[in-house]
C-alpha cells in the first residue's frame, strides 16, 4: 500500500507534441499537455462537457518513449504521482504549479 499514497492515473489526449529538453548530464525531459474531458447533464438537462488540462512531466526513457511515438491528439494513458513547484517569473511574481510527473505513459 505504501505504493498507492501519490498515484495517478489519467486517460486523454494531448493538446500538443510533446516539448523535449536534452540536459549536458545526458538527462532528457518530455513535457505533454493532456485535456481530459467529462460529459454530464445540468440541473437544465443540458448536456455539458467539462475539459480539464493537465501538465505531465515525464524523465529519460519515458521521455524517449514520449518523443519516439507521441503526437499531438494521440490518447494516451498515464501513470505517476502528482508533484507540486512554486518558481519565481520575469516579473518576480511567484507562481504555483502541480505536475504529474510520469512512470509510465502508453498510447490507447
Request: positive net charge; hydrophobic residues 35%.
Amino acid at each position: 500500500m505504501k505504493n498507492l499514497r501519490n498515484q495517478v492515473q489519467l486517460v486523454g489526449r494531448l493538446g500538443a507534441n510533446p516539448e523535449i529538453s536534452e540536459f549536458s548530464s545526458g538527462s532528457k525531459k518530455a513535457f505533454m499537455s493532456i485535456a481530459t474531458s467529462e460529459t454530464y447533464k445540468n440541473k437544465n438537462g443540458d448536456k455539458v462537457t467539462d475539459t480539464q488540462w493537465h501538465h505531465v512531466v515525464a524523465w529519460n526513457g519515458t521521455a524517449n518513449y514520449a518523443h519516439s511515438y507521441l503526437n499531438k491528439g494521440t490518447e494516451v494513458m498515464v501513470q505517476g504521482k502528482l508533484v507540486n513547484r512554486s518558481y519565481e517569473d520575469k516579473t518576480g511574481t511567484t507562481r504555483y504549479i502541480t505536475e504529474v510527473v510520469a512512470d509510465q505513459v502508453m498510447i490507447i
